[in-house]
T-cell receptor, first 114, second 111 residues
């Protein structure tokens, strides 16, 4: 079974804390993505990476950074968490040579910033 | 990527076919139609995609109109486990795979 795993299902942090969300995939995929999902706004792309050490801004990168040091791992970093970053965070991966552009998603991390 | 329009919600009786429509009137010739779904508390899951021909797999069928301005996802025998939000996405197939999710259709399958 192909798998995308995320480090936590639920996370509670305080305003101003530095937060790391980790995502690992075991499919040897080149492309990885971070989305956030909020009621009424759907899924929005934060950052994506198409190779190790490569990153591209998505639609809402402000307040976030990412790290891709190894092919299987893509980290989302909140340098100084704020309450408006309370959300569900979803990671996904995609083969670099997709036959059907099927993104595989992790289970999500529900982050609450107090 | 072209914009899509879906009804916000639909109901379907268990065992009956669920037909989920999507309008994409500004679709261009090299854009594919993708369908994903998201069951509560899970990440989205790929269902099917197509360019201009109708497609079928073990999960669903995709019917694309001849002018490609709309499509319908068909779940032939809906079960309670098919209750989910269904997203229709139009995009150019490329290696970067960036997807833009709209609001989707919440399908409620009722016993």
């Amino acid at each position: 079974d192909v798998k995308v795993t995320q480090s936590s299902r639920y996370l509670v942090k305080r305003t101003g804390e530095k937060v790391f969300l980790e995502c690992v995939q075991d499919m040897d995929h080149e492309n990885m993505f971070w989305y956030r999902q909020d009621p009424g706004l759907g899924l929005r792309l934060i950052y994506f990476s198409y190779d190790v050490k490569m990153k591209e801004k998505g639609d809402i990168p402000e307040g976030y950074s990412v790290s891709r040091e190894k092919k299987e791992r893509f980290s989302l970093i909140l340098e100084s968490a704020s309450t408006n970053q309370t959300s569900m965070y979803l990671c996904a991966s995609l083969s670099g040579t997709p036959k059907k552009n099927e993104q595989f998603f992790g289970p999500g991390t529900r982050l609450t910033v107090l | 990527d072209a914009k899509t329009t879906q009804p916000p919600s639909m109901d379907c009786a268990e065992g009956r076919a669920a037909n989920l429509p999507c309008n994409h009137s500004t679709i261009s010739g090299n854009e594919y139609v993708y369908w994903y779904r998201q069951i509560h508390s899970q990440g989205p899951q790929y269902i099917i995609h197509g360019l201009k021909n109708n497609e079928t797999n073990e999960m669903a069928s995709l019917i694309i109109t001849e002018d490609r301005k709309s499509s319908t996802l068909i779940l032939p025998h809906a079960t309670l486990r098919d209750t989910a939000v269904y997203y229709c996405i139009v995009r150019v197939s490329s290696n970067t795979g960036k997807l833009i999710f709209g609001q989707g259709t919440t399908l409620q399958v009722k016993p």
